[in-house]
């Protein structure tokens, strides 16, 4: 039986030109994967760091083997908000400040370092924003949970790394 890898998964994100799903992997492979079965894998697969440096890695190492990164390769920060407003809360999907709607949503927050070096644009890095700290406010008698770092600290945590990996230009990040 035929099963999702990382490889398959990632080839599939990189190559839809629509919205990706897994209805629309399991059509391109004919079949040979269900729908269900695909759901089943994301759901379980847990995606870190590392094995986004280890996809993006070959390709970057291939650019920079064409021109020295420093002269024209940046790093982009981004924090996002998937929303998930009907999904039971937890500590990762829980309410998040999105600043591109000015306001508070379900969902699920995560920081992003992205490597871009002419028309190469890869994620190296991503940090899932955990809420696990309760805080009690007395005025509205609600407790509601914050993460234990700050986005700067995620993003400190993601250039740490990335900079023992890739050579670069500018850092570019919007305002929080």
């Not at 759901?43 to 986004?52: D, F, K």
């Not at 306001?103 to 927050?109: P, S, W």
Request: hydrophobic share 40%; charged share 20%.
């Amino acid at each position: 039986m035929t099963s999702c890898t990382l490889d398959l998964y990632t080839d599939y994100l990189l190559s839809s030109t629509g919205a990706p799903t897994a209805t629309g992997l399991s059509r391109r492979l004919e079949g040979a994967l269900s729908h269900d079965h695909l759901t089943r894998w994301l759901s379980r697969a847990t995606l870190s760091s590392v094995e986004v440096w280890q996809q993006a890695k070959p390709l970057i190492r291939q650019a920079e083997a064409r021109q020295p990164a420093e002269e024209f390769a940046v790093l982009l920060v981004d924090d996002s908000v998937l929303e998930k407003a009907h999904t039971d809360a937890n500590e990762l999907l829980c309410t998040h400040w999105d600043h591109s709607q000015q306001r508070y949503v379900k969902g699920l927050n995560f920081v992003t370092l992205l490597y871009q070096a002419d028309a190469l644009a890869l994620p190296i890095a991503v940090e899932l924003v955990r809420k696990t700290g309760p805080v009690f406010h007395p005025k509205t008698q609600q407790t509601s949970y914050q993460s234990p770092f700050t986005k700067n600290e995620y993003v400190q945590q993601l250039l740490r790394v990335a900079q023992q990996q890739v050579a670069y230009r500018y850092l570019l990040a919007d305002r929080w």
